[in-house]
């Protein structure tokens, strides 16, 4: 599995957009790239996920350059209820390969008011 | 609520019992995952199932360790002659075998050794 790297902590002000970057050097062709959000004392909550390019959801933006060896969290707007920590993740999504999630510390957000 | 549900949320039990966690997944996830999560750190893996067949155990999942799940339902997380080491939080979660890296969680088990 790719091993990935972010910042530990990040803070951000209200109303303000939040990019969060990760670095994934090894990343194989069949990897896609996955982000979960936790709240304290709950489980990780699955945000987005893609491959390549552009990807936009209610929630989030992933943006993913050509050569696939970093990808960019964007969150539009955070409010104080963003606070929580973000793991990115990548690995196979295609069933019977890698099966485990492999997370790594995080980056810790914190919105102020 | 048709989530994935984790019972008991909190247990607070003294060095060498034995504890036994819940899980019960969505409905129609043949998929099933036990984590281990300590504080400042990412989700850890311990094993997974496969409709009521585990597939995969983590080197973390010591011989202490022992999980089930009878019917493909629900899963039990039994440890045995707990140690301090054990405290931490257990994540349950599960998903369709077709999209493994979109888990559903569980609010966790908090467990406390004393």
């Known amino acids: 599995l790719a091993k990935t790297t972010q910042p530990i902590s990040m803070d951000s002000y209200e109303g303000q957009e939040v990019n969060i970057t990760c670095s994934h050097n090894n990343i194989a062709t069949n990897d896609y790239i996955t982000w979960y959000q936790q709240f304290p004392s709950q489980g990780p909550r699955f945000i987005i996920q893609?491959?390549?390019t552009k990807v936009t959801n209610e929630v989030a933006s992933l943006f993913i350059p050509a050569d696939r060896k970093s990808s960019t969290l964007s969150l539009p707007r955070v409010s104080l209820s963003d606070t929580a920590v973000y793991y990115c993740l990548v690995g196979p999504a295609v069933s019977g390969s890698a099966r485990q999630l492999t997370f790594g510390s995080g980056t810790q957000l914190t919105v102020l008011p | 609520d048709t989530g994935v549900s984790q019972d008991p949320r909190h247990k607070i039990t003294k060095r060498g019992q034995n504890v036994t966690f819940r899980c019960d997944p969505i409905s129609e996830h043949n998929r099933l995952y036990w984590y281990r999560q300590t504080l400042g750190q990412g989700p850890e893996f311990l094993t997974y199932f496969q409709n009521e067949a585990q597939l995969e155990k983590s080197r973390l999942l010591s011989d202490r360790f022992s999980a089930e799940r009878p019917k493909g339902s629900f899963s039990t997380l039994e440890i045995q002659r707990t140690e301090q080491g054990d405290s931490a939080m257990y994540l349950c979660?599960?998903?369709?075998?077709?999209?493994?890296?979109?888990?559903?969680f569980g609010p966790g088990t908090r467990l406390t050794v004393l």
């Open positions: 979660a599960s998903s369709l075998v077709s999209v493994y890296n979109e888990q559903f």
């Open positions: 893609g491959y390549k």
